[in-house]
């Protein structure tokens, strides 16, 4: 009936006209503004602060310190992070909350009539700090003696989480090694750059409820960190999601969350009950929120004369920032993927994650596979290179199939399809055909590339990506369908779906509403969804892990096998709740890496061509042939729209976007500086080429599709530009100047 059908998407309309409402636009009448305030300080400990000038300024309603929060820490994975810090606060924290790690440690809330008021009252608010030394990169905070970030902690290291894999016998697989390369590779930050910054409303709703109408990726995570620094029960916090402009792992961790409950709460404590809104602007953003993880990676990867991999050594390093976010699991993710989806005999994989005193690092899409992969498929090709044997051909030799065991010596999940998907990319891109000759094209306005100076060439690579959470993390998504009709009809004529799962602008709630209508027989038009509410849906789990369709498609037919039986039992309307829990992962021993990390993966490959202007360093992408096993398009246009955007974040990673930090500080904080692609700076074309193998514990055998386009572009390009110019790039973006700089310094 509606899987594998493309309609037109519920919100597309009010979306297109600009009428639908995002939490910046929500903006209630008589609604008081808040602005947080940052510390400004990358590395110091405060040592007072008055509000007290601030406080005079005219409009100004209250500010809330460190001193309104009950229990002052939080964090979505590791509670390391103080809700605001200051000299004042409770004591109630794991972290000492009177120290700023980060220049976006958020030390204040000023709330006012007008947001010229209260940016009027930050600015009056007077701080005496004592500075202390920076920890800025991985090797000042790995240098002996280095000051300890996080000396709760209890560790002598900035280098607080640290995971093994130890397989076979690396040097017996060196000694079989006819070549080898030994490399490192650094990735750097990257900016979500999303299209709607950071706000909410908080307000005190009818039941007396802490509600924050909001944009974020996981709403009963969201409450349940609100909660916990404001002291309350779960249930007397309320997270509503509004439109959400863009996420990309950027709003799963906190941002203004936690700053705007307290504030609604102890304002209505000393009597006063409107709304505080909250709207963050670019700047504040792209400084305020944590980034894609920098690092550095060390691999060795050996393999026999005929392209067969006999071992693999590799260190990475993860830059945690400030806080940990999510940086254990997104190391847990780099850690595997660094392999490969590849058969590895012996191997020997130490990864890290280290606290510095800058950005803290976070989810965003790919979580660790994009630095894995540069690293691992990099290598790959250089070997490939090295051998004379020609890349694809090197990846169908060593490419998992099913029943082989992966990098963490347990069996991969059914439905491998790496030599499937690797093999329909090579036939796609056409690479038995020689490439057409290179067209002039214009890198500097009105100044024409010399056709002497252009080079063509063509780059491969693929990989694979986990589906659902990881390393024992409690997986679980929940639905309920309520069908409605007459006592005397068969079937029913309409039905509701209550679902907390975010739409982040992939499309989730119209492929939701789809398999509702399958799974229940439903006409789509009559699917009425609600979503994203925690006063009327239950636990989603999080939009990210390119688990949302996976995950939700499955509660939803469990939800609606449960109403469908009440209704054969006479119910009118009929409900039906369904919690849906995956096959259990496992985390990973901590001294061997042995374990079942996952229990689905995702399959992915790419064919770049480029043409490359030797004379001036720039690159111009003409051809993306992007190859995805997604077991079940459920809805095949919002599949082409995840490749295709996702293939252009990924062109923006991997060639123009370029956080600078210097002393512990974002110094291009605005998109003057860092430059996203433009609509003419994308490649020229985008092949999306689906594949529906279908997973064997997939909805109607869906997997998911998000994540996978962006996780293999920087190797694939990279090999791309070697093609081109016989020249290899450890690290990107690939800005002109850095390529000029390459190809002289290979000349010389």
Request: proline content about 6%; hydrophobic content about 40%.
């Amino acid at each position: 009936m509606s899987i594998g059908q493309s309609p037109l998407r519920h919100d597309a309309a009010a979306k297109t006209d600009g009428s639908i409402e995002y939490a910046g636009d929500a903006v209630p009448a008589g609604a008081l503004h808040a602005v947080v305030v940052f510390s400004g300080r990358a590395h110091a400990r405060m040592l007072s602060m008055s509000t007290d000038a601030a406080l005079a300024v005219p409009g100004v309603v209250d500010i809330i310190t460190a001193a309104d929060a009950p229990v002052n820490e939080y964090g979505l994975t590791m509670r390391d992070q103080p809700a605001l810090v200051g000299v004042d606060h409770t004591g109630a924290a794991a972290v000492d909350a009177a120290v700023s790690r980060w220049e976006a440690d958020q030390i204040a809330v000023v709330i006012a009539e007008t947001r010229t008021a209260a940016t009027a009252g930050a600015a009056a608010i007077e701080v005496e700090w004592e500075d202390l030394p920076l920890v800025d990169t991985i090797d000042a905070a790995l240098a002996p003696g280095a000051l300890l970030v996080h000396p709760e902690n209890g560790l002598d290291t900035n280098a607080y989480h640290h995971l093994r894999i130890r397989k076979g016998d690396p040097d017996f697989g060196f000694a079989l090694a006819y070549a080898v390369i030994d490399e490192v590779y650094e990735v750097p930050h990257q900016e979500h750059a999303y299209l709607q910054p950071e706000a909410g409303t908080a307000s005190i709703d009818e039941e007396g409820r802490v509600t924050i109408e909001i944009g974020g990726q996981w709403t009963s995570e969201d409450r349940e960190q609100v909660a916990h620094v404001l002291g309350l029960p779960e249930d007397r916090v309320r997270i509503i999601y509004k439109a959400i402009g863009g996420a990309f792992g950027g709003k799963e961790d906190m941002s203004i969350q936690i700053a705007l409950g307290l504030a609604a709460m102890r304002l209505a404590e000393r009597g006063e009950h409107r709304p505080i809104h909250c709207r963050w602007s670019r700047e504040e953003s792209i400084v305020g929120h944590h980034k894609r993880h920098r690092g550095r990676i060390r691999i060795r990867l050996g393999a026999t004369h005929d392209g067969t991999i006999t071992a693999l050594e590799a260190d990475v390093d993860l830059d945690a920032g400030a806080y940990n976010y999510t940086s254990n699991k997104v190391l847990g993710n780099a850690h595997l993927s660094v392999a490969g989806a590849y058969r590895i005999p012996h191997a020997r994989i130490d990864s890290r994650a280290i606290y510095t005193t800058t950005v803290p690092g976070g989810a965003f899409r790919g979580f660790g596979g994009p630095q894995g992969h540069f690293a691992i498929e990099s290598a790959v090709n250089r070997l490939a290179a090295e051998l004379g044997i020609d890349p694809v051909e090197m990846r169908l030799r060593n490419a998992l199939v099913d029943g082989d065991d992966g990098i963490t010596q347990t069996v991969m999940p059914e439905g491998v399809s790496m030599r499937e998907v690797i093999t329909a990319c090579s036939l796609q891109a056409e690479l038995d055909e020689a490439l057409p000759d290179p067209e002039p094209f214009s890198p500097i306005a009105s100044l024409p590339s010399a056709m002497t100076s252009l080079r063509k060439g063509r780059g491969f690579a693929a990989g694979f990506k986990n589906i659902g959470f990881s390393f024992g993390f409690p997986e679980r998504c929940e639905a309920e369908i309520v069908l409605h009709g007459g006592p005397d009809d068969e079937a029913p004529t309409s039905a509701e779906l209550f679902h907390g799962g975010a739409e982040v602008g992939q499309g989730a709630h119209l492929a939701m509403r789809q398999m509702a209508s399958e799974a229940t027989g439903v006409a789509l038009d009559d699917i009425h969804g609600h979503f994203s509410d925690t006063a009327t849906s239950g636990d989603p789990g999080s939009a990210s892990a390119s688990r949302l369709t996976f995950m939700a498609g499955n509660s939803i037919l469990g939800a609606a096998e449960e109403a469908e039986k009440a209704w054969r039992e006479g119910d009118r309307p009929a409900r039906g709740f369904f919690r849906y829990t995956p096959p259990p992962t496992e985390a990973l021993d901590p001294e061997t890496g042995a374990g079942a990390p996952n229990f689905c993966y995702g399959y992915m490959a790419q064919c770049i061509e480029v043409t490359v202007d030797a004379d001036t360093g720039h690159i111009r992408v003409d051809r993306v042939t992007s190859t995805h096993d997604v077991g079940k398009a459920i809805n095949p246009a919002l599949v082409r729209g995840q490749i295709e955007g996702a293939v252009v974040q990924a062109h923006g990673y991997a060639m123009s976007e370029d956080l600078q930090l210097a002393g512990g500080f974002i110094t291009n904080p605005r998109f003057s500086g860092y430059l996203i692609p433009g609509i003419g700076d994308i490649p020229l074309q985008v092949d999306s080429q689906i594949l529906e193998l279908a997973d064997p514990l997939g909805p109607f055998g869906a997997r998911g599709v998000a994540e996978m386009p962006f996780i293999t572009y920087a190797p694939a390009l990279t090999a791309a530009v070697y093609d081109a110019t016989g020249v290899w790039f450890d690290t990107f973006p690939l800005t002109p100047s850095r390529v000029l700089a390459g190809l002289r310094a290979a000349e010389e």
